[in-house]
């Protein structure tokens, strides 16, 4: 979270050497053996690492690295770890193949290229479901063979001119030769494993003439299918399960035999001449043949199929049939946020062409958009995902639109459609670094006016598509899929060269927006034998003097021949660089954010929420690392407003309240924390959000006196007492049932021998049953709690009167907390005398209380028979005690005994109890209460009639002023939150070294 940057630096100083960038300081190491090696192992752990700040099943990766046993182990370990990680991930971004595949092996090989006559040289490449083909000069051939399609693998026969050579046979009559190979026993063995691992798919590669996915039996039942499917939300008898909205749209179309139609004839005529050569299908052979056609345009007959081809979303559609008709259905009819958003947007998806102008493409483009959504809850859906989408539509049946899309938002532009945009932040600024490097006088000059980062969001998140006339970015989308994200940014630089005098002369942002949106307003496929397709932009900024109209295959070629020298790994590590900033960035504004949120719910300061805001962050995260009792997915919801995005558990609450709590209560310090958790986790989930850690927080440093001792009252009293620590189980029942109890359920229990009576008095024996008018009594009593457990729930702003009586357990423990809290201040002998004379003033007036309280029972039986409390009642009891005690002019307790007191045996000898000034910490024990009459051991039955009132603490402690002083007293965090951080490295320093002996024990 705090590393900025991460590169390597040469300076006289440190010839060799990493320079790691914070946001408050830079750290240099040097004198490494191999600094390539060290430095790509801290650029994928810092992959790793960001990718835990957006995503919770990152964690999974990091647990999955190798535990630590012996050093020199450990460090090739983990090194052999990330090296495989890394294969990985170059291997299926080279075939474009999904994210589960894992490479088994490589070697160097040749292969025979029937359409050149020739060995080319390269590597074969195995893993579980593919057999692919590089060569070791770039694009001269590439080839991908599913294991799916694989019908026979055999050894050949070898020659001094064809050494070790193995033939590859496919279901659609292909055949490929590869020779050269070291160990051809051991990659047959290998292969012939993998295949009898491979389910047999009949889906696989279909005819070239027939849909793809489709095979033809399933064509000639589609009748039948339609039949059976009716109900369902997606089947085979929808117009765009078989084909794309364009087909559709041209299907009543007179046939245009003009040159631009010839045109597209002769690009159809070229492509089934590559396919007869090269081959159709998955397996075909990827050349520089194939990306000279597809600079040319891709016909439209055939761009879907192509599309499909090269971003490898068919070889996820084959091997997961059926899958998005299921998903429909899972998913239609369901209603969150982002069905409100797809429904929003649905008809603002380019309302210009006709196939939206109806529910057909709508319905389409809600189908396949919710699905996804459902898919990929993490997503869900992000404007400009539906600009795409209707793109995708119109050339692909809906199924494989749906899984094109799969391959845009997870593998082709990684986190992009996400509700923070990251991959779209992070490639803008990508895309900066390149205008310096390729035009850096026009860099200069548009970063005065903050043009670069206003344009590129736009022209990347919708690929052109929502920029430029549809005609001529369609042939972008042409070469995105084939080529990748660096197509888009050769583009965006060569729209940035061809405007660079007018842009050189801009003086505001607005005037250089203006150039550059008419400059692609104006870019035009003078081929396309469609009808034109009206710009709405172009339409509304088009003016009385247009810009000569540019013709998208120029700009294209242009692109290539200025900017083409640009590689996908050279982009790749220039997007770890950028996605370091653009997380930092992102978690700043999720911090100010919160600081905004709370600067109204608490007395902090701006400064002091956004270090507290750190601290707690660190402990989330720390505690996913080490130790925690939950998964990272239950403590962390990205779509949670970031006041409650992280949370911790009752074990990181306990170490911050530690080190950040005001009131040091010795060994009570955990107690009391445990306490104030279950009062701040109003949900009972086990978690608590970071404003309600800053609640608790500000109560104890920046409340009034009332407040603070109202919080610490609370402490004492359930919710904060768990169910072990309420002093009976009706009070448990009271204070922890979640739910409302029903009515209906207690009154079938009222025939229960031994049931517990909720009001006191005696139970009534009977022969075993309770009478009637005992049973009509339980009903008045349950009703009467079932009120104030209703009222006690009701959201509403507390006040003094409205907090429960406390017994006498209750109190006694709060005693306890009182003088562990002044163990470490400067007046302890103060503190220690005035808590003595408070608590012997308290437990007197509970003692007097109670006695009137006994006084006004006229017998047991008329008890056991008492209606319950009654509130009003109750208040003029309590007045008519604080008159008793202001008649009998009660003084603080002192030396002396009076002799009223001597004479009954339930009231307070102050002897026994405190005596002013001599009650000290050890005196309460665990092990001991203060009752009336002296020491009782815990076992003991406690005086049940003994309570006393908030208010009566707060006046008691009101009489002393050292307490007062005490709870007044403003205190200053700062120097809590400096230990806190200083704590924050010895911590991680123990984890790791406990992790590491703990692995050390289990190898």
């Known amino acids: 979270m705090e590393v900025t940057q991460l590169e390597k630096n040469a300076t006289l100083v440190f010839p060799e050497s990493v320079r790691v960038s914070t946001r408050h300081t830079e750290h240099f190491f040097s004198m490494f053996l191999n600094i390539n090696d060290t430095f790509k192992l801290m650029e994928q752990l810092a992959n790793i690492a960001m990718r835990q700040l957006l995503d919770n099943e990152a964690f999974a990766a990091d647990r999955s690295l190798p535990k630590p046993s012996k050093t020199l182990k450990n460090v090739s370990a983990l090194k052999r770890d990330f090296d495989a990680r890394a294969k990985n991930e170059r291997y299926r971004t ?64 070898s020659s001094s001119v064809l050494p070790c050579p193995v033939s590859i046979s496919t279901k659609n009559k292909m055949n490929f030769l590869f020779a050269n190979l070291k160990d051809r026993d051991f990659l047959v063995q290998r292969i012939s494993d993998f295949l009898q691992r491979t389910p047999d798919n009949s889906w696989g590669d279909t005819s070239p003439l027939s849909p793809i996915g489709h095979s033809a039996s399933s064509s000639a039942s589609s009748a039948e299918s339609e039949s059976v499917h009716r109900g369902r939300q997606y089947h085979l008898g929808l117009p765009t399960a078989s084909q794309g909205l364009l087909q559709l749209y041209h299907r009543n179309a007179p046939e245009d035999l003009g040159p631009k139609a010839m045109k597209e004839k002769m690009k159809e005529e070229a492509w089934n001449i590559h396919f007869s050569e090269f081959g159709r299908g998955v397996c075909m052979y990827r050349t520089s043949r194939t990306r000279e056609l597809i600079l040319n345009g891709i016909p439209e007959r055939l761009r879907g199929e192509l599309w499909l081809l090269f971003s490898g979303a068919q070889n996820e559609m084959a091997t997961h049939p059926g899958y998005y008709g299921d998903l429909v259905e899972q998913a239609m009819g369901m209603c969150s946020l982002a069905t409100e958003e797809i429904e929003r947007d649905l008809h603002r998806s380019m309302p210009e062409h006709r196939a939206f102008q109806n529910e057909t493409g709508i319905a389409a483009l809600r189908r396949v958009l919710t699905s996804y959504a459902h898919r990929n809850p993490g997503i869900g ?253 239950e403590r962390h919801d990205p779509s949670l407003p970031y006041l409650e995005q992280y949370r911790i558990d009752p074990v990181q609450f306990t170490q911050l309240f530690t080190v950040l709590a005001p009131w040091v209560c010795g060994g009570h310090t955990t107690t009391l924390s445990a306490r104030l958790f279950r009062l701040l986790d109003q949900n009972q989930d086990g978690l608590v959000n970071f404003k309600e850690f800053i609640t608790g927080l500000s109560g104890m440093y920046h409340g009034d006196m009332t407040e603070k001792l109202k919080l610490l009252y609370k402490l004492h009293l359930p919710p904060a007492l768990c169910p072990e620590e309420a002093e009976s189980a009706l009070e448990a029942t009271h204070f922890f049932t979640q739910d409302v109890p029903r009515e209906s359920s207690f009154l079938s229990d009222l025939d229960i021998s031994g049931q517990q009576e909720v009001t006191s008095g005696d139970e009534e024996k009977d022969g075993g049953g309770d009478s009637e008018e005992k049973k009509e009594e339980k009903v008045k009593d349950y009703r009467y709690y079932l009120r104030m457990w209703a009222k006690e729930k009701e959201p509403k702003s507390e006040t003094i009167k409205d907090l429960p009586r406390m017994n006498q357990e209750q109190f006694i423990d709060l005693c306890k907390t009182l003088y562990n809290m002044f163990s470490e201040e400067p007046l302890e002998q103060q503190l220690y005398h005035s808590i003595a004379t408070v608590a012997s003033l308290l437990l007197r007036i509970g003692e007097v209380g109670k006695k009137f309280n006994n006084g006004s029972k006229k017998s047991d039986s008329a008890a056991a028979q008492a209606p319950p409390p009654d509130p009003q009642r109750e208040e003029s009891d309590e007045s008519q005690v604080c008159q008793a005690l202001a008649d009998a002019q009660l003084e603080p307790a002192g030396p002396q005994t009076s002799e009223e007191e001597t004479k009954d045996d339930t009231s307070v000898s102050s002897n026994s109890v405190v005596s002013s000034g001599s009650l000290q910490c050890e005196d309460i024990t665990d092990d001991t209460v203060l009752i009336g009459g002296g020491e009782q051991r815990r076992g003991s039955v406690l005086d049940v009639d003994w309570s006393i009132t908030f208010e009566q603490v707060l006046a008691s402690l009101l009489t002393e002023p050292p307490l007062v002083d005490y709870f007044e007293r403003k205190r200053d965090i700062q120097i809590k939150m400096a230990a806190c951080k200083a704590q924050r490295a010895v911590e991680r320093q123990t984890s790791s070294t406990s992790d590491h002996e703990l692995s050390q024990h289990s190898i």
């Open 94 to 157: 080279m075939f474009r193949l999904t994210q589960d595949e894992r490479l088994d092996g490589h070697t160097d090989c040749t292969l025979w290229t029937p359409f050149a006559k020739m060995h080319v040289v390269g590597q074969l490449f195995i893993s579980n479901n593919y057999i692919c083909f590089n060569s070791r000069e770039e694009d001269l051939c590439q080839l991908i063979i599913p294991l799916r399609e694989v019908s026979i693998v055999e050894k050949a026969d």
């Open 381 to 633: 859906y992000c404007q400009a995902m539906n600009i795409v989408t209707s793109v995708l539509l119109l050339y692909c049946p809906e199924e494989e639109a749906f899984w094109l899309l799969v391959a845009l938002c997870e593998r082709m532009l990684p986190d992009y459609y996400n509700t923070r945009v990251v991959g779209a932040l992070v490639d803008q600024g990508v895309f900066e670094d390149l205008t310096r490097a390729f035009l850096p006088l026009l860099y200069e000059h548009m970063q005065e006016l903050g043009v670069i980062s206003t344009i590129s969001l736009s022209w990347f998140l919708t690929l052109f598509l929502s920029v430029m006339p549809f005609d001529s970015a369609v042939l972008l989308v042409d070469c995105f899929f084939y080529e990748g994200i660096k197509v888009i940014f050769q583009v965006a630089l060569a729209v940035l060269h061809d405007n660079m005098d007018a842009l050189l002369s801009c003086s505001d942002e607005g005037e250089a927006m203006t150039i550059l949106g008419r400059y692609l307003d104006n870019v035009v496929n003078k081929q396309t034998v469609a009808p034109p397709i009206p710009h709405l932009h172009a339409l509304l900024t088009s003016g009385d003097d247009p810009p000569p109209e540019i013709d998208i295959f120029d700009l294209i070629k242009s692109s290539y021949e200025k900017f083409g020298t640009l590689r996908s790994d050279v982009i790749e590590q220039m997007r770890f660089k950028q996605r370091l900033k653009v997380i930092q960035s992102l978690e700043d504004t999720a911090k100010r954010s919160v600081v905004r949120a709370m600067m109204t719910e608490s007395a902090f300061s701006i400064e002091e929420l956004e270090e507290l805001y750190c601290l707690f962050k660190s402990k989330h995260m720390t505690s996913c690392y080490w130790g925690s009792s939950s998964s990272a997915a």
